[in-house]
């Protein structure tokens, strides 16, 4: 599975940008879509997932600021992030489990100003 994500750059805090990944296999057998983050000096995180189901979590630290959503029929999965702060400020990773095996993008750079 090839995942291809665009989206990210720059934005001031208080900004606004998206981030959209999709992946290269049928949306049958894709379960679980995600998010992560890594920052510099830091651990990967993970942001936002999102079940076949729709069912959602999200890092304490996102909450009410970061929307993730899914489609199904383009293999895709979506972060809308806003309201952004420099500590969202990293190198964003999406991550697809499917049949039962992760993948993961190449990462997409985030960075915001305060």
């Known amino acids: 599975v090839q995942l291809q994500a665009s989206g990210g750059g720059l934005a001031q805090a208080g900004g606004s940008l998206s981030l959209t990944c999709a992946a290269s296999r049928t949306h049958v057998g894709i379960n679980f879509m995600g998010w992560y983050r890594q920052a510099p000096g830091k651990q990967r995180e993970l942001v936002a997932g999102?079940?076949?189901?729709?069912?959602?979590n999200y890092a304490d630290s996102v909450k009410c600021r970061f929307t993730i959503s899914r489609d199904n029929a383009k293999s895709a999965v979506f972060l809308q992030m806003d309201s952004l702060k420099p500590e969202d400020t990293a190198v964003y990773y999406c991550?697809?489990?499917?049949?039962?095996?992760?993948?993961w993008g190449q990462g997409t750079q985030v960075t915001v100003s305060s």
């Open positions: 991550n697809v489990e499917w049949l039962g095996r992760g993948y």
């Open positions: 999102i079940s076949r189901g729709r069912s959602i």
